[in-house]
């Protein structure tokens, strides 16, 4: 219909500088003068109907987002480590988090986040009180990446590849995979993750990534090998099966002189590496059920061992290996429709993972330790979650 009336409106044009040639009113340059610049009307109201503003290109595939998180830590004592007194304590928190992502064209996308921090690696909370004077808190770089879709080879194989400071593509969202990483921590490199579905029920993805501990201009780069093999299987409609196998390949780690002081802090002994580095074997898996509806099942279990991590004498003791973690969990309900609940039991011997990574809200962030967790969730409004948790 658009279309049309543009044509009709042009028709009207000629036929009134007909008329007026016929009756003498104009010449034959001025007619040709009227239409040229007809024309170029034209032209320009259509480049504008077709052309977006420059500012409509900007937004155009950009998505903003944030979230607030209030926490209240309340930590009770039986007694001391090795008979020391303790006392509770009690802490109120935030996380604050902003940023974006944008599609920049159909196979490449950038994002960038900003977060609350204390330049604790493991944790954005900020503790109301932290700083004196009520003064300010920081804010960090939290993600900063680019991620690039390749074309398929032509084996239904669809690749990504992310460079710059991610999210850890290694870990699972779907349990509580809190053992060998802490979910705060976004590690930078590069990451490939090529992913085949063979039918609408399978699914299996891989992940590879190359990740710097420190740079180094005068030595090699502590830094990690990591690869990863992923598969979930679809039964019926109510059953999902998952697993993954993944090995880890830290080296040059006596080239940051603060990685071993730490790892040694946070529960690991120096048995726990090898020749400046150290190799670990992962794999867990998972079940879920949905066969009640609103009622959801998921039950997990995860393993890790340290290669090399051997026996030996630490401060004058004899010790073995302590190279194996290992935990269990299960959860039930939904979280947007009634509730959702979980029980977990963890063990982490002292060099089962690298203790500078173990996840900071487990243990204190320790290895050497075991025990339960007990949690839930509830919406309670939109985009609005309560959770508590019990170590």
Request: charged residues 20%; aromatic residues 14%; negative net charge.
């Amino acid at each position: 219909g658009r279309a049309r009336a543009a044509d009709d409106d042009s028709s009207a044009v000629d036929q009134i500088v007909a008329v007026l040639k016929q009756k003498g009113l104009i010449d034959e340059a001025t007619g040709n003068e009227i239409l040229a610049k007809q024309a170029k009307a034209e032209a320009k109201a259509s480049a504008e109907k077709t052309t977006p503003s420059v500012a409509q290109g900007l937004l155009e595939g950009l998505i903003w987002s944030g979230d607030l998180r209030l926490r209240d830590e309340q930590f009770w004592y039986a007694k001391g480590l090795q008979g020391a007194s303790a006392n509770d304590n009690n802490r109120i928190r935030y996380r604050a988090r902003f940023g974006f992502t944008k599609q920049v064209n159909s196979w490449a996308q950038v994002g960038v986040r900003l977060a609350s921090d204390t330049t604790d690696y493991r944790s954005t909370n900020v503790t109301v009180g932290q700083n004196s004077n009520f003064s300010f808190d920081s804010i960090y770089m939290d993600l900063a990446y680019a991620k690039f879709e390749l074309p398929d080879p032509g084996f239904d194989v669809k690749t990504s590849i992310v460079a710059g400071k991610f999210a850890n593509p290694f870990m699972w969202k779907k349990t509580l995979d809190k053992i060998m990483w802490d979910d705060d921590i976004n590690p930078e490199g590069i990451a490939i993750t090529p992913t085949w579905q063979p039918t609408e029920s399978t699914t299996i993805w891989a992940n590879f990534g190359y990740f710097v501990e420190l740079q180094q201009s005068s030595q090699v780069d502590p830094r990690v090998w990591a690869y990863q093999l992923n598969g979930s299987q679809k039964f019926a409609e109510a059953f999902e099966v998952g697993a993954r196998v993944t090995y880890y390949d830290w080296e040059n780690l006596q080239n940051d002189p603060n990685f071993f002081t730490g790892s040694f802090a946070n529960g690991n002994q120096p048995i726990a590496f090898k020749h400046g580095g150290a190799r670990f074997l992962e794999s867990s898996g998972y079940l879920t059920w949905s066969g009640i509806p609103d009622w959801p099942a998921l039950l997990w279990g995860t393993w890790v061992a340290n290669l090399d991590a051997h026996g030996g004498v630490v401060n004058g003791v004899s010790v073995s290996a302590q190279n194996n973690a290992w935990g269990l969990g299960f959860e039930i309900g939904d979280a947007k429709k009634w509730a959702r609940f979980g029980v977990a039991y963890n063990s982490v011997e002292a060099n089962g993972v690298l203790g500078l990574y173990t996840d900071s809200d487990m243990f204190d962030g320790l290895t050497n330790r075991r025990g339960y967790a007990f949690y839930g969730a509830r919406q309670v409004a939109d985009n609005t979650e309560l959770k508590i948790s019990l170590w």
